[in-house]
DNA sequence: GAGTGGTCTAGACCACCCA
DNA sequence: GGGTGGTCTAGACCACTCG
């Protein structure tokens, strides 16, 4: 990647540069590499650093690039597959669950929440913490929300934290699951996700949103965010593919 | 919505401004209605233009606001639930498919996709674009990769166009579906994808990519982009859920 | 042609990480 | 303390839409 001047084109500066940049990353950059910085690399293709900044910002968005304050740009590996939905249903908890419970307080959720979960506006549910790892590193975060009604016997539990988050999930599998729905779609990190998945607020983030069907109602409501830089939700049984971004473009 | 200064807080101005653009849009304005132009409200709350366009950027990809160049900001509709999976697999183009056929070319797919199809680098496949509607606008397209493998009658097709699609598609419902299986992530829209989905390049959408198995092999692959900033992606049987964005914050 | 959002510049300062 | 990315400014010009 050379001192190269960008010729001038009709399409906008900062998508040319985030062609070339990322052709350049294929044939000359490999996972984990140090970009020169956003200074030099402006002065290199002779732009202004905002313009620079919106190149990389959008290599980011697509995973391409990692940018960390006071460190410098990398080259990202791969986006990892993350299984979301099982063929089979199941209770969140059970057995080969990928989430790990963090903590549990009940607090009053917000209106189309408490909507779903049919309990009156201002009503507190239970709402489990979870975390979810994948290759090291955290990758989501959930608010598991489970009203009253699905766990009558847990109304005067005495643990705290991950036991008392435990309790609510074992508590949950004693129902009989009769379906679930889910839905995905974008939003930005609020604060404490961002801190949580290791971004700054207001990052991409993938939020999948699952009802959990027992007895007729709904029976627990989790709100997922993955983080959208590295992930790739799967919904099959092979998490294993990766189709997109891909170093050539597409032919025609 | 009147002339508001920002009180000085540490977190970011555009975070704070997009926090109370976000309740003035919750209280004072209805779905549609025009906000000023950014020069104005950069003026009104006493920051730079680009400071109020980070902001605003936010809210679109949220999917609170769209801004067309030219005419101004609107308040969007809430997110359309589009279903994307079915509990029980089924060909494209089969009976309640929300596709429409626009055409087909035959050309060689890049190389993940090749990959998955088990075709040769190089080799051409056919390939079906078709588009989505919902609510009046397009809200994905999609490029479906047959490999002549899966439809071995059709090499000597004449159709053109639309026709065409339908043809490749005929043939391949012909074949019994063994499995399927689906992954989403974030991707930033192509140009030409761009211009179906009536957006600017780089716009954010969601790719959903989906293998068809038959006869043991991966008989068609397909590429959906959908439009981020207005959709939300179902995979269980209720597409009218609404729980994400909500005027309340999450309470602790 | 007037008005809108989109792009771009050349600077400044801040928050964070690390040696 | 020196280097990084993150925020912010005050301007300019461009591309588009619409009356």
Redesign the pocket.
């Known amino acids: 990647m050379g001192t190269t001047q960008l010729e001038p084109v009709?399409e906008?500066?900062?998508?040319h540069l985030k062609t070339v940049l990322s052709e350049a990353l294929d044939s000359e950059f490999s996972v984990g590499e140090i970009?020169p910085?956003?200074?030099?690399l402006a002065a290199r293709f002779?732009?202004?650093?905002?313009?620079l900044?919106?190149a990389?910002e959008q290599l980011e968005l697509e995973g391409r690039l990692q940018?960390?304050?006071?460190?410098?740009?990398t080259v990202a590996p791969p986006r990892v597959g993350v299984a979301v939905g099982s063929p089979q249903h199941s209770w969140p908890g059970s057995a080969d669950d990928a989430w790990q419970p963090v903590d549990c307080v009940r607090s009053a959720p917000p209106a189309a929440v408490a909507a779903a979960l049919e309990t009156a506006a201002g009503e507190p549910v239970h709402v489990v913490r979870r975390s979810r790892m994948s290759g090291g590193q955290r990758v989501a975060t959930e608010l598991l929300h489970v009203p009253d009604a699905a766990v009558p016997d847990l109304t005067a539990i005495d643990a705290a934290g991950a036991a008392r988050a435990r309790a609510v999930l074992r508590e949950l599998q004693r129902l009989e699951l009769e379906g679930q729905d889910r839905a995905v779609e974008l939003g930005s990190a609020r604060a404490d996700d961002a801190k949580d998945l290791d971004r700054?607020p207001?990052a991409p983030v993938l939020v999948v949103t699952t009802r959990f069907f027992a007895e007729g109602r709904t029976a627990a409501l989790s709100v997922a965010t993955y983080r959208a830089d590295t992930c790739r939700l799967t919904f099959g049984d092979s998490p294993d593919v990766e189709i997109h971004h891909d170093p050539e473009r597409r032919a025609s």
């Open positions: 009709p906008p500066k900062y998508w970009l910085n956003e200074r030099d002779g732009v202004a650093r905002a313009t900044r919106q990389l940018r960390r304050r006071g460190v410098g740009t700054l207001g």
